[in-house]
């Protein structure tokens, strides 16, 4: 289990070079039972990763196989895995992303694009896989603890924000 969770940590490294987004985020491990002196006889490890394209996702998903696989027969383990919440890459369409920015500039919010793709796991990249669409982030401010952090906290008056911002989409794309 060790030696699997430290390959998947740098299997980004080993495998993407240049501005290409790959993450693998080990979020659980468990091994064994809480009893003192006695060998585990299972263990258990789950990992998110992510890209910003499809066919670095896809390398992930093969290679993070490949590893468990050399590892347990190496060791002589039975394995198995499953994909839980499998996303496609969302990628945003830019006339979609230009209707987004000109409603938040229009409502006096402050807009900010990012050097590089967020490399979010979301299931909003089935949407884009059909239809044009872009998904975009209301900033909490720096002083405030990043989303999925412990001691993140949604800040409730980003809400009617949010809500004004998709009326004004929905107001601009309806004329």
Known sequence: MAQLIQELTVLPTALVRGSRIARVTVVYGRIGEPAFG?????????????????????????????????????????HSHSWTDDFPVTVNDSDAVGVVEAVAEARGIAVSRRNAAYPWSEDFGWFTRRYPGAIFGLGSGVEHPALHSPDYDFPDELIPVGLGVFESIIERLLG
Not at 62 to 76: D, F, G, Q, W, Y
């Open 38 to 78: 006695t060998t585990p006889g299972d263990a258990e490890v789950m990992a998110t990763l992510r890209s910003d394209r499809e066919e670095v996702l896809e390398r992930l998903r093969t290679e993070a196989v490949k590893r468990l696989e050399r590892i347990s027969h190496a060791n002589a383990l039975e």
